[in-house]
């Protein structure tokens, strides 16, 4: 019954706006920036697209997930107006739309959009099982990915230390590594540690625990307390217990909220629509 209230409620709302379209109120093709296709944003992303092009007969809006580097590049293809919709970090979306932040990465970008909020992204470091690497501060010395520049990872790790006072310096190597090539990296051995921030429970995580050896390295309280009072955009996520193999009880975590962002370029017309359709998505 709700899906045919759905459908009907997109007929009456499509007719509306197609009839408007050549007073430009109507946009067939939507580019939705994601991330990497083996992290959860691409995940989402699909699930979002396929809601909307599920309905594309009845409303006309097609939408097509595009691979990014993630959240901050997300926010200036949004500015430089090569996305139409992006899933991005809430608090980097809120920093380019502050004409007092100061971020050095982002610029102030005139016209950004909120839409929705989707899901809460968990901050997570990895080490492997046999790596004696029982907490945060073990992994000075150590090979870590930080990710590529432009991720959502890449921003929050650098945050985490500066909150630490730690610099490239302290550690063997920092690596700049997408998603797909960390993976691989850190199961053949090549780096000892990576950050992320996914939803959970999520497959790469699985496959991390149970094919690489893999562990979640556990924050102290006293590290999450110094950078959640160094940094306010950190929020406390913790990660529940029994999502994944030797995880029997909760880990205290920081991170961030997934967001939907759009610009004023992206007519109310179309919005309506997209907004009508992604509001029956669950988030992961």
């Not at 990497?36 to 939408?63: F, K, M, P, W």
């Not at 992994?139 to 432009?150: H, S």
């Amino acid at each position: 019954m709700a899906s045919v209230v759905l459908r009907c409620a997109l007929w009456v709302m499509s007719a509306s706006v197609l009839g408007a379209s050549a007073q430009g109120n109507y946009q067939k093709f939507i580019a939705l920036g994601s991330g990497s296709s083996v992290g959860t944003y691409y995940q989402v992303a699909n699930t979002l697209c396929h809601a909307i092009n599920d309905e594309r007969l009845v409303h006309g809006v097609r939408c097509i997930n595009r691979s990014t580097g993630g959240s901050i590049y997300n926010i200036k293809a949004l500015q430089a107006g090569q996305l139409d919709m992006a899933i991005t970090r809430r608090d980097l979306l809120d920093a380019a739309m502050d004409a007092q932040s100061s971020r050095p990465d982002l610029e102030v970008g005139v016209g950004l959009r909120y839409l929705k909020s989707l899901y809460s992204m968990p901050l997570v470091a990895f080490s492997r099982a046999d790596s004696g690497i029982n907490g945060l501060n073990d992994i000075l010395g150590k090979r870590v990915n930080i990710g590529a520049k432009g991720s959502g990872k890449r921003s929050a790790a650098s945050a985490i230390f500066d909150a630490l006072g730690w610099s490239s310096s302290d550690f063997s190597e920092l690596t700049e590594l997408s998603s797909a090539a960390m993976v691989e990296a850190f199961c053949d051995g090549t780096i000892d540690v990576f950050f992320e921030a996914l939803a959970n429970p999520n497959a790469m995580y699985a496959t991390i625990i149970d094919d690489c050896n893999g562990r979640l390295i556990e924050m102290s309280p006293a590290i999450i307390d110094r950078v959640l009072a160094a940094n306010s955009a950190f929020k406390l996520t913790p990660i529940a217990a029994g999502l994944y193999n030797h995880h029997a009880g909760e880990s205290k975590a920081i991170g961030f909220e997934a967001v939907l962002a759009t610009t004023d370029a992206l007519t109310d017309g179309t919005v309506d629509i997209i907004m009508q359709l992604v509001s029956q998505v669950e988030s992961p």
